[in-house]
């Protein structure tokens, strides 16, 4: 079983909207929590880096949260733009074994 | 500054063959990562290189290898191809090692593999 589970799968929202993805994790014990976002055919981007002990990471129109007593976090985004048309990946860190989610596929729709 | 360069982009081979791919991590980051990206599978670690040695193996067969050179740069080996290998494989650099440091990773755009 997937130590990293991502929801939904895949959504669909209209420009200018906001969504909110979810990652829970039952690696342990955490060292980090990473989301990237991937577009087709590239590499991943980071987007935030959160620890234990951090609760929120913004960058730009991205806010990810981080819940480590429920091993819980979601990545916020707002104001959607048709560049936000991506895979978003969760991915937890142990000391040496990163735990990759499966990905929510976002299509923004103008 | 450049980012993570890899090399070929693209690269069709048949089945029995064996491969290289090529990754150059950004200036100053020591640490070099392999993965495989699949669309049933995801994301899975292959391995991690540091200062020339590998510190983290992933687990797949002994088919999969790679090495670092002393400039940072780094190869992948793929022997005896299967099918199953066709993949997007992506490299990542970083300023140190293991999956638990916190500076990050920036990824390569990839080497899409095809094995016919």
């Known amino acids: 079983k997937n130590q990293v589970e991502q929801s939904p799968q895949s959504l669909i929202i209209l420009e200018g909207k906001n969504c909110t993805l979810q990652?829970?994790?039952?690696?342990?014990?955490?060292?980090?929590l990473r989301w990237y976002k991937q577009d087709t055919g590239r590499g991943p981007v980071s987007l935030t880096i959160m620890t234990f002990s951090e609760n929120t990471k913004s960058n730009g129109r991205y806010t990810a949260t981080l819940d480590a007593d429920t091993k819980q976090s979601s990545l916020h985004i707002t104001a959607s733009q048709l560049s936000d048309s991506a895979s978003y990946i969760c991915?937890?860190?142990?000391?040496?074994?990163?735990?990759f989610g499966a990905g929510t596929t976002v299509t923004v729709r103008a | 500054k450049a980012g993570v360069t890899q090399t070929p982009r693209y690269l069709i081979k048949t089945r029995g063959q064996q491969v290289t791919l090529s990754c150059s991590p950004i200036?100053?980051?020591?640490?070099v990562s392999w993965y495989q990206q699949t669309p049933g599978q995801g994301l899975q670690f292959l391995f991690e290189y540091f200062s020339e040695t590998q510190r983290n193996k992933g687990n797949f067969p002994g088919r999969f290898s790679g090495r670092q050179f002393s400039n940072s740069r780094s190869e992948m080996n793929v022997s005896t191809l299967e099918l199953g290998d066709s993949a997007l494989y992506l490299c990542?650099?970083?300023?140190?090692?293991?999956?638990?440091?916190?500076?990050?990773?920036?990824f390569g755009s990839g080497t899409r593999l095809t094995v016919v």
């Open positions: 990542a650099s970083s300023l140190a090692p293991g999956p638990g440091n916190n500076y990050g990773y920036t």
């Open positions: 991915v937890v860190s142990e000391e040496y074994k990163l735990s």
């Open positions: 990652c829970n994790y039952t690696v342990s014990p955490f060292s980090n």
């Open positions: 200036s100053g980051h020591r640490s």
